[in-house]
Nanobody
Framework: QVHIAESGGGLVQPGGSLRLSCATS????????MGWYRQAPGKERELVAQ???????IHVDSVKGRFFVSRDDAKNTAYLQMNSLKPEDTAVYYC???????????????WGQGTQVIVSS
């Protein structure tokens, strides 16, 4: 059974930092691409960062230089280090795992439940 769980969200002041974690189980983590998304009030869910199986990373322009995505295959966990946080970073942050090959249920994508990040004074 696949389980994806984000943690590490909270309330921080502008300019502060948070590190989000995405713990996984039930997948071959080293073969999965890991993505971080966020959804702010009244907005569509958007990609923030992604790290694929070979360690290659992408970060969208709005967070580039401030956020950094990483993965620890030994812990089956992906991370999103968020620095220099801005109020516009306020959102629910979601982790998504994408399997290279569909699992026994025929699925490739799994989402966590999200963790709230609030950047405010």
């Amino acid at each position: 059974q696949v389980h994806i769980a984000e943690s590490g969200g909270g309330l921080v002041q502008p300019g502060g930092s948070l590190r989000l974690s995405c713990a996984t189980s039930g997948i071959i983590f080293r073969l999965a691409n890991m993505g971080w998304y966020r959804q702010a009030p009244g907005k569509e869910r958007e990609l923030v960062a992604q790290i694929v199986t070979d360690g290659s990373r992408i970060h969208v322009d709005s967070v580039k230089g401030r956020f950094f995505v990483s993965r620890d295959d030994a812990k089956n966990t992906a991370y999103l280090q968020m620095n220099s946080l801005k109020p516009e970073d306020t959102a629910v942050y979601y982790c998504k795992t994408t399997l290279a090959v569909a699992d026994s249920a025929g699925n490739t994508d799994y989402w966590g439940q999200g963790t709230q990040v609030i950047v405010s004074s």
